[in-house]
């Protein structure tokens, strides 16, 4: 990876929400998790996502910030063919923790089905992204006092 205007493996690991754009076009947001240079995204027959990825792989996703009270801007678009993978808990529990914490007692019942269903028979699968293309801005401006 290039040099980049902000710590962009610690920018993707906070729990932002990212916008992915499939053909048609569409965006819908998601949660994702990034990891081994790839964003991967939680979906299954449920969503109308799983099936426009497997139509044309083709995507986009942004994940950004905006703090108009510090001036705070930054950015990442990541551009490249998703993939469809097997499902696997572990790295499903791990980006799960990140949006609702470890204590899966409090988390919403339909979450927590995404660790305990067989995920073959639920359908539940994995979109990996790892970009062909990433473009990272830090936008940020001076805030009058």
Not at 25 to 45: N, Q
Not at 96 to 115: I, M, Q
Not at 135 to 141: K, T
Request: hydrophobic share 45%; charged share 30%; glycine share 6%.
């Amino acid at each position: 990876m290039d040099s980049h205007p902000f710590d962009v493996d610690a920018f993707l690991q906070r729990p932002l929400t990212a916008r992915i754009a499939t053909n048609g076009p569409t965006v819908r947001p998601v949660w994702f998790l990034w990891e081994d240079g790839a964003f991967w995204i939680l979906t299954g027959p449920w969503a109308r996502l799983l099936q426009r990825v497997r139509d044309d792989p083709a995507v986009a996703l942004v994940v950004d910030e905006c703090d108009p009270a510090t001036g705070l801007v930054r950015q990442v678009i990541a551009r490249g063919r998703a993939e469809v993978v097997p499902f696997d808990v572990p790295r499903g529990r791990r980006k799960l923790v990140r949006y609702l914490g470890p204590d899966e007692a409090r988390w919403d019942p339909r979450f927590v089905r995404y660790l305990h269903d067989d995920p073959a028979e639920r359908g539940t699968v994995w979109l990996r992204l790892e970009p062909a293309s990433l473009s990272v801005r830090d936008l940020s401006y001076a805030v009058a006092h």
